[in-house]
């Protein structure tokens, strides 16, 4: 073995370690969402669903490919290699093409949102708390009050349709501003605080924070996205290298 084929070596063995990390991470992460996702649900439409679901195959194909791509540099096996670039050409592939389809449909995503933070607010009830939990969620994180903003809790808004009949001065709790080490809003806090804008709660809407989160972050998200599909074409690189060496080396039977 020479030393440009066992540096070749090292370097999948690293890279293909960065893989298999990259890919446990995305199933991890896939897990997360499936789980914390009911909380959202009835914002997105059951949208987070198979969001996770995407999450979790493609992070187990990577985590797979990562290991495949080890054993096979280990092995020098070139069919496996062979099987490895393929297969990792054909992931990148479709992370180009789910990039693309996010760039191009993500206003209607965001439309959608909108459309879901609609429905969600004048479904809110507090005796059904399968109801509250992704508006309680989105205004306890994002520190913001209804969609456009607090108002929307109002009588005279008309949004909150099943809220407004036992609150129509109250918003809810999770509207309020919380002291510094504590994590839970006081019970009752948001009652008779929707007349104004009192000092009391956040009055800034939810949807206009979700959106700014979203303009803020795509960019970094999508950089590091094409830095990882970058790292992969160079790993399929040295993965082609590799198989070009092991192939060349490999002894000829006489018959």
């Known amino acids: 073995m020479g030393l440009g084929t066992g540096l070749m070596k090292t370097l999948m063995f690293v890279f293909n370690g960065i893989v298999w990390i990259l890919g446990v991470v995305l199933f991890v992460v896939g897990i997360v969402v499936l789980v914390e996702g009911q909380n959202w ?31 096979g540099a280990m092995k020098q096996n070139g069919g496996m290699l062979l099987l490895y670039a393929i297969v990792l050409g054909v992931i990148i592939i479709v992370q180009c093409v789910a990039g693309i389809l996010a760039f191009v449909f ?65 918003v809810p709790d999770t509207c309020c501003k919380r002291l510094r080490d504590q994590w839970n809003p006081t019970p009752k806090c948001g009652e008779g605080q929707g007349m104004g804008n009192s000092p009391l709660i956040h009055n800034g809407g939810c949807y206009e924070k979700m959106t700014a989160w979203l303009y803020t972050y795509m960019p970094m998200m999508g950089v590091m996205a094409l830095a990882f599909i970058f790292f992969e074409a160079f790993v399929i690189l040295i993965t082609c290298l590799l198989r070009r060496e092991t192939v060349s080396h490999v002894p000829v039977k006489m018959r």
């Open 41 to 71: 649900n009835d914002i997105i439409d059951n949208k987070t669903v198979p969001v996770s679901v995407m999450l979790i195959v493609v992070g187990l194909v990577i985590a797979i490919v990562g290991f495949l791509g080890c054993f």
């Open 106 to 170: 993500s206003d209607e995503a965001i439309k959608a949102g909108h459309s879901g933070f609609v429905t969600a607010i004048a479904q809110y009830d507090t005796g059904n708390p399968s109801t509250m939990h992704g508006i309680d969620w989105l205004q306890k994180h994002l520190d913001c009050c209804g969609i456009q903003n607090a108002s929307d809790w109002r009588l005279n808004a008309n949004k909150a349709k099943i809220w407004i009949k036992e609150h129509i001065n109250d």
